[in-house]
């Protein structure tokens, strides 16, 4: 199982950045597929997961309403598009999936939000 973030950057607030995650090594329509991040001196969290459908579930509060998950399963791909992004949104993005009880992550994406 192989989990390749990309798209994080620099971005003003107020901005929009998508976030990609391309995947390999499982049959990728099969399973959930999770976002998460993590913030200098902060836990994990997890800020969304996209069932196989494509359909997206924020469970962050704090992002509701501005991110959006989504996959192609024809590109193995999940995104995240996040919109307004605030100060506070700064941290590393992960992607992740559990595939037969082992959890698999990437190495994460950097996203900064700062004027």
């Known amino acids: 199982v192989q989990l390749v973030e990309s798209g994080g950057g620099l971005v003003q607030p107020g901005g929009s950045l998508r976030l990609s995650c391309a995947a390999s090594?499982?049959?990728?329509?099969?399973?959930?597929m999770r976002w998460y991040r993590q913030a200098p001196g902060k836990e994990r969290e997890l800020v969304a997961f996209i069932i196989s459908t494509g359909d997206s579930i924020n469970v962050a509060d704090s992002v509701k309403g501005r991110f959006t998950g989504s996959r192609d399963n024809a590109k193995n791909t999940v995104y995240l598009q996040m919109n307004r992004l605030k100060p506070e949104d700064t941290a590393v993005y992960y992607c992740?999936?559990?595939?037969?009880?082992?959890?698999?992550w990437g190495k994460g994406t950097l996203v900064t939000v700062s004027a």
């Open positions: 992740n999936v559990q595939v037969q009880g082992t959890n698999y």
């Open positions: 090594g499982f049959t990728f329509s099969r399973y959930v």
